[in-house]
C-alpha cells in the first residue's frame, strides 16, 4: 500500500517535472511567451547600445533593427509611407542640389565669361592709346601741323568740340559723322541740361531728343566758352578737368566718313550746305554755264548738284583752307579732338559701336543710369570705297590719303591700298 503511493507521488512528480521542460522548450523557440508585455515592448524600444554605429536617420536607407522585429500589424503599416518618404525626401534634395550646383557653374560661367570680355575690352583701349602714344612721338615718321605744340597753344576757337559734363566728370570730344548725335544726347540727358516740352521735365530717354535740338551750340558747355565764362582761369580750369576727368572720342575709317558725310550733305537737299559749301563747288569745278539755283531744292529739281569727284577736288585745292578752315564735317579728327594734346582714356570706334559703347558706360560708371541709343546707324560701309573712287584719278586719291594720313594712322586704321592702287 505504501509502495503503491510512493510510485504514484514519483509519478505525479515526474509528470509535473516533464510539462515544466515542455513549457520551458516552448517559450525558448517562439511557441508563446512567459514575459510580459511591457517587458517585450522595452526590449524593442531601447535596445542595448553596442559599439557598433549609432541608427540610421529615417532618411537612410538602412532600416533599425528593431523596426523589422516589431510584431504588431499597426507597426509595419505605419512604416512603410515613411520609406517612401524618405527615399522621395532623399530623391528632391538630391535634386534640388544639383540644380543649384548647376546655376552655380552657370553664373561663374557667366562671370568669368564677363571679366574674359572686359579684359579682352581694357586690351584693345591700351593698344588704341599706345597707338596714339607711338604717332605722336614720331615713331611713324608721320608729321602733321600741331603734332608736336603743347595744349596750351592750341587756340581757343579750335577747343569747341570738347564737350564738358561737370556732374559726371566726362570730357566728350565729338567728329561729326561718328555717332555724335546719339553721344550728344547721350550728355544731354545724363546733365539734365534740357526739358521735355511734353513732361516739362528733363529727357530721361536720349531717343526722344529731336536731333535738330541735340545740335544747338548754346546746350553744350565746350572749352572753347571756358574764357567767356572764367576768363583767365580758364586755361587752369582746363588743366584740372583734363588731369581729373574721363575723356573720350569716337572715330571712323576716314576715308568712309568722307563718302558718308558727302551723302549727308550733298546727297539730299541740304539749304545751309547747298549755299554755303554747294554752290562754291559747282562754280569752281562744275563748269555750270548761266547762273546756279539759289535754293537746294532747285537745284535737285534742275540735276544741277555736286558730284564726289568735284568734292574731292574742292578739299585738296590749297586755296580752300586760305579762305576757311575745314568744315567740322570732313575736318580731320587729329584737327578736331588734339590727341596728341589730350591724352583720352577711351578711343572708340563706329566699325565696334555696340561693344565699345557700352563699354564705355560702365568705365564711366552710368550704365545703370542710361543705355546707348539702339537707333538706325550710317549704312556707308568699307567696301563701298572702291565704288566711290572709281571715278576719282588715282593721283588725286594718293594726295587725299596724304591729306587724311595722320587720321588712319593716329586711330589704326589700314591703309586702303584698294583704292591708292
Known amino acids: 500500500m505504501g509502495t503503491c503511493r510512493g510510485l504514484r507521488v514519483a509519478f505525479l512528480v515526474g509528470s509535473l517535472f516533464m510539462i515544466l521542460l515542455i513549457i520551458v522548450y516552448w517559450d525558448d523557440v517562439g ?4 514575459y510580459p508585455k511591457h517587458e517585450l515592448i522595452h ?3 531601447c535596445p542595448e547600445t553596442t559599439a557598433g554605429p549609432p541608427l540610421l536617420s529615417s532618411t537612410s536607407t538602412a532600416q533599425p533593427r528593431s523596426a523589422l522585429t516589431l510584431p504588431t500589424a499597426a507597426s509595419s503599416t505605419t512604416r512603410v509611407p515613411e520609406e517612401d518618404g524618405g527615399k522621395d525626401d532623399i530623391k528632391e534634395e538630391g535634386k534640388e542640389k544639383q540644380e543649384q550646383k548647376q546655376e552655380e557653374t552657370k553664373k561663374e560661367e557667366e562671370e568669368e565669361a564677363l571679366w574674359s570680355r572686359t579684359d579682352a575690352e581694357d586690351r584693345k583701349q591700351e593698344e588704341r592709346k599706345q597707338r596714339i602714344m607711338d604717332v605722336c612721338s ?3 615718321e608721320v608729321e602733321f ?3 608736336s605744340r603743347a595744349f596750351d597753344h592750341i587756340p581757343n576757337g579750335e577747343l569747341d568740340h570738347l564737350i564738358v559734363d561737370d556732374t559726371h ?3 566728350y570730344c565729338y567728329v ?3 555717332a555724335c548725335t546719339n553721344w550728344k544726347r547721350v550728355l544731354v540727358v545724363l546733365s539734365q541740361s534740357l526739358i521735355s516740352p511734353s513732361s516739362g521735365k ?14 544747338n551750340s548754346t546746350l553744350h558747355l565746350t572749352f572753347a566758352k571756358f574764357w567767356r565764362r572764367y576768363g583767365s582761369l580758364s586755361r587752369h580750369l582746363m588743366a584740372l578737368k583734363l588731369q581729373h576727368y574721363t575723356k573720350f572720342l569716337f572715330v571712323r575709317d576716314p576715308f568712309v566718313r568722307l563718302i558718308s558725310a558727302f551723302r549727308n550733305k550733298f546727297g539730299r537737299p541740304n539749304e545751309d550746305f547747298y549755299r554755303q559749301f554747294g554752290s562754291v563747288i559747282l562754280r569752281r569745278y562744275g563748269n555750270v554755264s548761266g547762273s546756279l539755283p539759289e535754293t537746294a531744292a532747285e537745284a535737285f529739281a534742275a540735276g544741277i548738284t555736286p558730284t564726289f569727284q568735284q568734292f574731292i577736288t574742292y578739299l585738296l585745292d590749297p586755296d580752300t583752307e586760305k579762305e576757311s578752315i575745314y568744315n567740322e564735317h570732313w575736318r580731320q579728327v587729329y584737327r578736331l579732338c588734339h590727341p596728341c594734346q589730350v591724352k583720352y582714356d577711351f578711343i572708340g570706334r563706329l566699325e565696334s559701336l555696340e561693344t565699345d559703347a557700352e563699354h564705355l558706360l560702365k568705365t564711366l560708371k552710368v550704365d545703370h543710369l542710361i543705355r546707348f541709343p539702339s537707333g538706325a546707324r550710317n549704312q556707308t560701309a568699307v567696301s563701298w570705297e572702291r565704288e566711290w573712287f572709281s571715278q576719282i584719278p588715282i ?4 594726295k587725299l590719303y596724304k591729306l587724311y594720313e595722320p587720321d588712319f594712322k593716329l586711330f589704326g586704321y589700314p591703309k586702303p591700298d584698294s583704292v591708292l592702287h
Not at 395 to 398: C, G, H, L, N, P
Open 145 to 147: 601741323l600741331g603734332r
Open 31 to 34: 511557441g508563446f511567451n512567459l
Open 176 to 178: 561729326p559723322k561718328v
Open 202 to 215: 528733363p529727357y530721361t530717354d536720349p531717343e526722344a531728343i529731336p536731333s535738330e535740338v541735340v545740335h
Open 169 to 171: 566728370q566726362i570730357i
Open 138 to 140: 614720331g615713331k611713324d
Open 395 to 398: 593721283a588725286m586719291r594718293r
Open 43 to 45: 526590449q524593442i524600444s
